[in-house]
Nanobody
């Protein structure tokens, strides 16, 4: 079992920036593919961004391309999501997810989940 702990959520104005982080105490995150999954009110969970194990190949939902950046810091054993030019429709609970596979391409690939952190974008 991999415990994932998100941080960095909060309230931000539209057009602003926010950075989410995820850590896994006692685990080496470099051994996992990682992702940020979000769930907006009344909607299903959506894969927002993912980064592969090893070469760090990234994947983004079309709606966040060019605005969100997923990155991993193997020295700090964390994965982050830099959110720029946020929009009210980005309001959601953001979950960190992990898989021992090389890549996460969809929600079914996610084996481990954090508790989530709330991001609220005001207009």
């Amino acid at each position: 079992q991999v415990q994932l702990e998100e941080s960095g959520g909060g309230l931000v104005q539209a057009g602003g920036s926010l950075r989410l982080s995820c850590a896994a105490p006692g685990r080496t995150l470099s051994r996992y593919a990682l992702a940020w999954v979000r769930q907006a009110p009344g909607k299903e969970r959506e894969l927002a961004a993912a980064i592969s194990r090893g070469d760090g190949t990234t994947l983004y939902a079309d709606s966040v391309k060019g605005r969100f950046t997923i990155s991993r810091d193997n020295n700090k054993n964390t994965v982050s999501l830099q959110m720029n030019s946020v929009k009210p429709e980005n309001t959601a609970v953001y979950y960190c997810a992990a898989s021992p596979q090389y890549r996460i391409l969809n929600l079914r690939d996610c084996d481990y989940w954090g508790q989530g952190t709330q991001v609220t974008v005001s207009s």
